[in-house]
C-alpha cells in the first residue's frame, strides 16, 4: 500500500479504477469523484480502463487497487466475468458495478459488490452514492493491515495476524498466525517495503534484530535474550536492540492495563 507523508503524518492514497467503454463515463465518474473528495486530505490515483480484457490483462501491473468501479455491460468480456478475474486477485476491493440498463444477475452477487448504481442517476443522487462509496472506501483503510502478495495473488493481512516481519530480498517476508486466513499460502507472502519503512509506518513493529522486526502485540514475555511469542515462538533479540525493544514492551503492558 502506498503511504505518503504529509504535514508530518502519514495520509493514505487511494488507487482507484474505473472501467467503462465509454469515455465520456469515465470522464463523468472522475468528475463527481472529484466533488466527492475536494475537502479531502488524502490522495488519488486513478487509473481508466476501456474494456473488460484490458482491465485483466493489467491485474499482474497492478499491486494495490482500492475501489473499483466496473460497467457491467462492456462487449468481449462481460461485467460479471471481468469481477470475477478481479476478485481472485483483489478479494478486499470495494466494488461498484454501473449500469445503464441491465439487472444485477446470480453470478454479480457473487463477487460480493458495495453497490450498484444506473447510469441514469441523477447528478445529486451520484455524488450522494460515491460519498457513501468512499466513506466505505475509508473504512477499510483504516483497518491497519499490510499488503503482501503470494505469486500473482494480492493478499491484504491485518496488522494483528502478523508475528513478525523478515528482511527479504526484495523488501520484506511476513510471517503469520496460524489461525488466520493468511496462513493458507503454503508459500511466502511478501511485501515491497522495508523494515525501516514498516516500523515508522506501524507502531506496533520493533526491531529485535537487523534481519527482523516483531509485533509487540503478540510478545508474551522477554527472559535474557528470548522473547517468546503467544504462539509459542521464540526468538532472540540482539544485543543492539535490547534496551529499546525491552522499553517498547513495557510501554506496551503499561498501556494494556492502565
Known amino acids: 500500500r502506498i ?84 476478485r481472485e486477485k483483489f478479494k478486499n476491493t470495494v466494488l461498484v458495478f454501473c449500469s445503464g440498463v441491465r439487472a444485477p444477475t446470480v453470478k454479480s452477487f457473487k463477487v460480493t459488490p458495495y453497490r450498484y448504481l444506473l447510469k441514469s442517476y441523477s447528478d445529486k443522487q451520484f455524488v450522494f452514492e460515491m460519498g457513501e462509496i468512499f466513506a466505505e472506501v475509508e473504512k477499510k483503510a483504516k483497518e491497519e493491515y499490510i499488503v503482501g502478495h503470494y505469486r500473482n495473488n494480492v493478499i491484504r493481512v491485518n496488522i494483528q495476524d502478523v508475528l513478525y516481519v523478515e528482511n527479504a530480498k526484495r523488501g520484506s517476508k511476513i510471517i503469520v498466525r496460524p489461525d488466520c486466513e493468511a496462513a493458507k499460502f503454503e508459500g ?67 498501556e494494556k492495563y492502565k
Not at 487511494?14 to 465518474?29: P, R
Not at 490515483?45 to 466496473?70: P, Q, R, T
Not at 519503512?197 to 529485535?208: G, Q, W
Open 3 to 86: 503511504i505518503k507523508k504529509e504535514g508530518g503524518g502519514w495520509s493514505p492514497m487511494y488507487h482507484v479504477a474505473i472501467c467503462d467503454d465509454d469515455k465520456v463515463f469515465i470522464s463523468y465518474i472522475k468528475k463527481i469523484i472529484s466533488q466527492v473528495r475536494n475537502t479531502s486530505q488524502t490522495q488519488l490515483k486513478i487509473y481508466e480502463f476501456y474494456s473488460g480484457e484490458e482491465l485483466v490483462g493489467n491485474l499482474d501491473a497492478m499491486m494495490h487497487i482500492d475501489l473499483l468501479v466496473l460497467d457491467m455491460e462492456l462487449g468481449g468480456i462481460d461485467g460479471d466475468e471481468t469481477a470475477r478475474r478481479f
Open 188 to 254: 511466502q507472502i511478501l511485501v515491497d517495503d522495508k523494515l525501516e519503512t514498516l516500523v515508522k509506518i506501524y507502531d506496533e513493529f520493533a526491531f529485535a534484530h537487523s534481519s527482523y522486526i516483531i509485533n509487540i502485540v503478540h510478545v508474551e514475555k522477554i527472559v535474557d535474550n528470548i522473547v517468546y511469542l503467544d504462539n509459542a515462538e521464540c526468538l532472540s533479540v540482539s544485543r543492539t536492540y535490547q534496551k529499546e525493544f525491552r522499553q517498547i514492551f513495557t510501554k506496551s503492558i503499561a
